[in-house]
């Protein structure tokens, strides 16, 4: 169910064997595969049961990102491991957003140079690499190099981590962007709005449907707010010296 009624009055968080764990009352948390939901770091824990302590009399877990990352970081449902979860997000590359260009109209080709240009050109200079673009409908021809050094970061970040990692890029589609976020060069604000260049570019010439543009907007900027912050806090190793807050 996407809504239900609030069944509890408290949520804490307590240390187990297997990593801190969400309590609502005396009930532990479970996964919807009933596995013990356990997350790896105490950073962690406190963001997911904030989440819960933030629910009103109607859960509406739609708005539970963090949750559900943690629920499928511990079921992993599509049974990846890490060398898969890395050969997906670097996919992306192949298809990534700000590699594809149009030639016409004029004015949207000038904003995507001008927009993309800078946040491809930090890339290659980040990780030594080539990416390019290309107004071909085949995208540009990302060198094999420039995959594997992707591949050898990627593998630097734990299984978690990587989940976040992939959850933020189908949202932006673009592996760039994504990582341009997660190293903190742009914010969730600039990361969205470069995604969604060519449709920001349309409303602005042709006006937008009231209430759905915005709507669609913040609800992008929440998934992948949560999923940066999904991937810093399970990158967290330094247990967190808060406990959470009550009203």
Known sequence: PLERKRFYQNVSISQGEGGFEINLDHRKLKTPQGKLFTVPSEALAIAVATEWDSQKDTMKFYTMHLTTLCNTALDNPTQRNKTQLIRAAVKFLETDTVCYRVEEPGALAELQ???????VAWAEKRYNVKIGSSTSIL????????????????ASYNVWALQG???VITQLKSLILSMGLIDRHITVEKAVLLSRLEEEYQIQRWGNVEWAHDYDLCELRARVAAGALFVHLCSESSTVKHKLLQD
Do not use: M, Q, V
């Open 165 to 167: 990692i992939e959850y």
């Open 113 to 119: 140079r001008n927009e993309w240009d800078p946040i």
């Open 139 to 154: 995208g540009p021809n990302i060198p094999a190099s420039t995959k594997e050094t992707f591949i050898s970061h990627l």
